[in-house]
Every structure is written in C-alpha cells, then in structure tokens.
C-alpha cells in the first residue's frame, strides 16, 4: 500500500505583489516601550487582514491592501518569534557628497488602493486598534502621477520583475524557513528640489535616470565613467542579475513647495537593497554616485520585515 504524503498548503505571503494602485499611504510607527503595548501590537498586527477585508469588501474592483513591516528593535518584542536572518535597522550610508540617512520606525503600514477614500478609511480603522500603544513617525500620502511618472517626469517602476520572477525576487523561500513567505522592506522619503532639476535639458536628465523621458526607451549602460542610476541599481552577480520590488509613489503639495517620492523596495534579501544603495551613494567607481541624488535627498530611511500572512494572523494564538 502507498501512503499519501500530507498535502502541504503553500505559506502564503502578505499582498507584497499587489498591483500599482492610484493612492497610497506609507504609515510608519514607534511602538511605546512597555510590555502592555508590545501585547496592544500584536494583537493590533493579527486584527490587519480583518480590518482590511472589512474596508476592501465596500469596493472591491478599488484593489485595497495592507502589508505590514515590522522593525528590527521591536521584532522580538512583538512577535515573540525568530529573527529573519538578514533583520537589522538600517545602517546609514555616508558617501562624499549625500548621505542614506537611517531614522526611527517600528511598524510600517502601506496601504494602496485605487480609492484615496478607502486607504484613509483603513488607515483610521487600524489607528483606532493600535491605540495608545504606537506614535505615528511619518504618515505620507502618495499619488498616481499620469502615466506613473514621479514628479522628476520620468516613467517609474517599469523594470520591476513580473510573473513568476516577482515571488523569487520578493518572498523568502527555503533558505531561512523561520522567515519564510516573508519579505524585507526598504523606505526613503526623497524630496526634491524641483526648480534645479527643471534647469537640466532633457538629454541631461536621461543621462541621470538612464532611459528617455518621453517613451521609457533604455538608454545603453556606460562602459566607463559615469554611470545612470539605472545602471548603478542593477545589481548582477554568478547567480545572475537581482531584482526588488518597488512600488515609488509621488507625494507633496505644491503650495508648500514640498515635491518628493516616497521610495518603497521589497525583497528576498536585504543585501540587495543595500547594495544598490552603496552603489547609488558611494559611486561605483567610488566617486562616482548617482547623480540623482543630486537632486533628491532622503529624509527618513528604515528597514522592516513583512512577515507571511499566516505568521501575521496567528501573532496573538
Ligand atoms: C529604476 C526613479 C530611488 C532602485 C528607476 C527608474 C526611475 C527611477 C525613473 C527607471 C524606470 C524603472 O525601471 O523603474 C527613482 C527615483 C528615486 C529612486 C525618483 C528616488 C528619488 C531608488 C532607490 C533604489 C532604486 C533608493 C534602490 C535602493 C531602482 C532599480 C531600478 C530603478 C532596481 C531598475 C534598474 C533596472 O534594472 O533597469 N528608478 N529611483 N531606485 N531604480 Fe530607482
């Protein structure tokens, strides 16, 4: 007689593929340091996949999700679970000339949809469960720009890995199964300094971004010198080339003069993310940074770890 092996239900990991949507919000928090919000957050994170099925159902061609971060000083904390390997707080990148800036933040919350109304919604909704126990550090509100441009004029987000490519390149898998079906998460708050930026000709800015304003044509990688920002972020070894799952958002408000994007990187492994991050600040040669950086300076910069859906829901059994 043969025995049927027990039909394994794949981990499943949090909506990190999510589509691009036409509103967003990146929320980051400090949780209190004391055992009675540690306890408040955990059951708070376990409540985030009902509270969001609540507000999703109102509207559900509107694509509402959340994915959860969580830091790596409240990590144990929190969950009470192993650390995922790579899990550490964002190391600060000092290059000559910008500076990868590492700031506070416990818990993200990043919430899209293609209704501003529902992502508010949700994000009163899950306030109103943290309660006392989290401090909101940022809350940014980010939008679709036409053709999902940022606001330097340039299509955004095209190069991200898709089918089968984008779970490899986001979810971790069996190298650290503790973590599994989770996901790192990298945010920067960029502002720029749009005045400066609109001096450049349009051949200039190209050269910056490494592809063509008007079609998103790529432009050829320089073989010496200085290199795009496209070209300093592709990060290519034995294994192959290592992609990351971004989902940059345009926020700001012209009356303030406050124009930014909200940079946001999934991935399998941190190293990645901090690699291109090396590359773009220190210059590959080093020298040679992303000239980007020229004209967008990050404000805050935090790691988190979305942990899977199952993980997440059964924080408070
Ligand atoms: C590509 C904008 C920050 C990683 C691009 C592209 C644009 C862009 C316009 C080309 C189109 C595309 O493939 O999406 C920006 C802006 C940033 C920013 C406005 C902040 C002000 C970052 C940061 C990272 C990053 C901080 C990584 C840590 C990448 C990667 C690509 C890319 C991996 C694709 C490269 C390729 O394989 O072609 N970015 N980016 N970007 N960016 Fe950024």
């Known amino acids: 007689s043969s025995s049927t092996p027990a039909r394994r239900v794949p981990i499943e990991p949090q909506s990190v593929d999510a589509p691009l949507t036409d509103s967003a919000i990146f929320l980051v928090l400090e949780v209190v340091d004391a055992p009675e919000a540690h306890a408040v957050v955990r059951s708070a994170l376990a409540s985030v996949s009902d509270v969001s099925k609540n507000v999703a159902?109102?509207?559900l061609r509107a694509s509402l999700s959340c994915t959860v971060g969580i830091g790596s000083d409240v990590w144990d904390a929190v969950t009470g679970l192993p650390r995922p390997a790579e899990l550490h707080p964002f190391q600060p990148i000092i290059g000559a000339h910008h500076t990868a800036v590492s700031t506070p933040g416990d818990i993200l919350l990043h919430i899209r949809s293609d209704r501003r109304d529902l992502c508010f919604e949700l994000e009163r909704q899950l306030l109103d469960v943290f309660g006392d126990a989290v401090r909101v550090v940022d809350e940014t509100v980010g939008f679709r720009y036409f053709d999902n441009r940022d606001l330097l004029g340039f299509v955004d987000g095209t190069a991200n890995p898709v089918g089968l490519a984008l779970p490899a390149a986001t979810v971790v898998g069996d190298e650290d199964p503790d973590a599994?079906?989770?996901a790192y998460v990298v945010i920067q708050k960029y502002v720029h300094p749009l005045d400066a930026w609109q001096e450049l000709t349009t051949e200039q800015q190209e050269a910056i971004i490494g592809r063509k304003k008007a079609d998103d044509v790529e432009l050829d990688d320089a073989v010496d010198g200085q290199k795009s920002h496209k070209t300093l972020s592709t990060i290519e070894d034995d294994e192959g080339e290592h992609d990351i799952l971004r989902d940059n958002m345009p926020f700001g408000s012209p009356g303030s003069g406050e124009f930014g994007t909200y940079f946001i990187g999934y991935a399998r492994r941190l190293w990645v993310v901090e690699k291109m991050l090396q590359r773009m600040?220190?210059?590959?040669?080093?020298?040679?940074?992303?000239?980007?950086l020229d004209f967008s300076t990050p404000l805050t910069g935090s790691v988190f770890f979305a942990p899977s859906a199952d993980l997440l829901d059964a924080l408070d059994d």
């Open 180 to 182: 599994a079906g989770g």
């Open 57 to 59: 159902f109102r509207d």
């Open 281 to 292: 600040f220190i210059g590959d040669p080093p020298g040679l940074h992303d000239r980007l």
